[in-house]
């Protein structure tokens, strides 16, 4: 029997990681999926264009590891991991992204992500980091790696939600309304972070906070 032949029946004899992909790109998830699914030992059993889509198809299903971009409409997949991990839910995240910004990583890792991958690595790495996270053990960009542990985010949680829903265009009475603040202790919150990031406005806060993946 050729090398080729042995290593097809070993993908074959394990027993198959189960897999759900998020990407709102649907080019993009097709191929995801596709690319996936010719491993012997990687079932794909549900795909998600959104985060809501994401974790309600994790909780039907079950599966061992789900692969997600961050940036999706509905909730991020920086949100989606954060809430498996209140549940206690046994699925592995991998994020997915083409952002290489080690604040993005920092939060990943805090939302309890078990990988940090870019868009631009090839197919059968992606394989073999989703075996790997499905071991128990955590697949990190190498580059990212270094730099994660660099200058920390100094934004609360609170002052990133405000801070992002500012830098979308959304009035501060809009803000306090749909999180159900004053307006007052919105404008704290958003001079907060002006102050923190050595922003002249809002808008040059969030661009600051996105740029650096802290948003």
Do not use: C
């Amino acid at each position: 029997m050729n090398t080729s032949t042995l290593n097809s029946n070993t993908k074959t004899a394990r027993k198959q990681i189960r897999v759900i992909i998020a990407e709102d790109q649907g080019m993009v998830l097709g191929a995801l999926a596709a690319l996936l699914e010719i491993e012997g030992d990687i079932a794909v059993v549900a795909r998600a264009k959104n985060g809501k889509e994401a974790l309600r198809a994790v909780l039907a299903h079950k599966p061992d590891v789900l692969i997600t971009d961050i940036e999706m409409p509905e909730m991020t997949g920086l949100d989606v991991a954060a809430e498996l991990k209140r549940l206690h839910k046994d699925t592995r995240v991998i994020i997915l992204t083409t952002f290489a910004r080690a604040g993005y990583l920092r939060r990943a890792l805090d939302a309890g992500a078990s990988g940090y991958l870019l868009k631009d690595m090839r197919a059968e790495q992606l394989a073999e980091a989703v075996r790997r996270v499905q071991q128990g053990l955590r697949v990190i960009d190498p580059e990212l790696a270094t730099e994660a542990w660099g200058e920390p985010d100094p934004l609360t949680d609170r002052e990133r939600q405000v801070l992002r829903m500012a830098g979308d265009g959304v009035a501060s009475t809009e803000i306090a309304t749909d999180l159900g603040l004053s307006e007052g202790t919105v404008r704290n919150y958003l001079s907060e972070a002006i102050s923190k990031l050595g922003a002249g406005n809002r808008v040059e806060a969030a661009r600051i906070a996105r740029t650096k993946g802290w948003l």
